[in-house]
């Protein structure tokens, strides 16, 4: 009998998601926020046509040949991403963003946090949130600095 072989894949899925945001940080005036952040600092926002990208990494099930399910995966994005973000002003309807600064680098960790949340633990390998075509911020939880 050959002995069982355990095969890692990796499983993405990508939604999309409108949202409209102010780069202002409570920590700097409003002249060093409007040098630190331009006309993204507009009191009124701007918005942005945001794809969410979660990148799963898991031994592919032997009985399903998947690592997981895409539709359990659509329905965890759903309600992890689009469900909290999509057509929301982030900094005024996102409790989250109350007191941090709407960057897509802590959309990433907003996104992060929720997908681990519904996800079986340690399948989530990374996110990837496209701002723009050309501003992609990826982020892996587990890659953290201590101060």
Known sequence: ???TVSRLARLSR???FSACHRLHSKSLTDEE????FGKCNNPNGHGHNYKG???LLH???????MV???TDLKEYMQ???VEPLDHKNLD????YFAEVVSTTENVAVFIWENLKKLLPLGTLYKVKVYETDQNIVVYKGEETVSE
């Open 14 to 16: 990508t939604v999309s």
């Open 59 to 65: 031994v592919i099930d032997p009985v399903s040949g």
């Open 92 to 95: 005024k309807d996102v409790p």
């Open 33 to 36: 926020n409007l040098k630190l």
């Open 53 to 55: 990208k979660a990148l």
């Open 79 to 81: 309600e992890a991403i």
């Open 1 to 3: 009998m050959a002995p």
């Open 68 to 70: 997981m399910n895409l």
